[in-house]
């Protein structure tokens, strides 16, 4: 099923965006009408999925090209990279998955972040910044690993396999709410 509300699927070079095709599914079952938004760096994720019909919206509009898209209801980024989170909070627009993010805190479209990053990059003084920054704008951080929006736990090496297979898209969903 396929509905009235737009949304926004950014996603990052990073594991979980090989989980995108059920985050598709599940948008659909969901009432929403998603759209893909990949950064470069996630181009070759999407290779080996099926989005069906999906529009794939990449690279930024000429200047007399319409909008590509309606008005997002919503917005999640799965995964969000080290680099995607901090440029985020910086308001760094530099790409068009930026540019949706950003747009995104301004128009205050209910928006959901799955953060995916190692504790070597995590342990960078800007992470923490920029985790807290995006809370307070109202982005709702969800840990890849248990769902929490609580509490984030960096990736450790070698566990890419379970997170990837025990992900759930209801953890994402189930955050994506209108703001008060």
Do not use: K
């Not at 737009?6 to 599914?25: F, K, S, Y």
């Not at 920029?130 to 566990?159: F, H, K, N, W």
């Amino acid at each position: 099923m396929t509905g009235n509300r737009t949304l926004l699927l950014v996603t990052c070079g990073a594991p979980l965006a090989a989980r995108l095709e059920d985050g598709v599914r599940v948008a659909r079952e969901l009432g929403w009408t998603p759209y893909v938004v990949p950064t470069d760096s996630a181009m070759p994720w999407l290779d080996e999925l099926d989005l069906g019909d999906v529009p794939i919206v990449v690279g930024n509009r000429t200047p007399h090209e319409p909008r590509r898209t309606p008005p997002a209801d919503g917005v999640v980024v799965v995964p969000a990279t080290f680099h995607t989170l901090n440029a985020w909070a910086s308001g760094i627009a530099s790409s068009y998955a930026l540019t949706t993010l950003c747009a995104a805190l301004g128009s205050r479209t209910p928006t959901v972040a799955v953060p995916y990053a190692s504790a070597e990059l995590t342990n960078h003084p800007a992470w923490s910044v920029s985790v807290a920054m995006l809370r307070q704008a109202g982005v709702r951080i969800v840990d890849p690993q248990t769902g929490s929006t609580e509490s984030l736990e960096p990736v450790e090496s070698g566990t890419r396999g379970r997170i990837v297979g025990e992900f759930r898209w209801d953890w994402v969903f189930g955050c994506l709410a209108p703001r008060r």
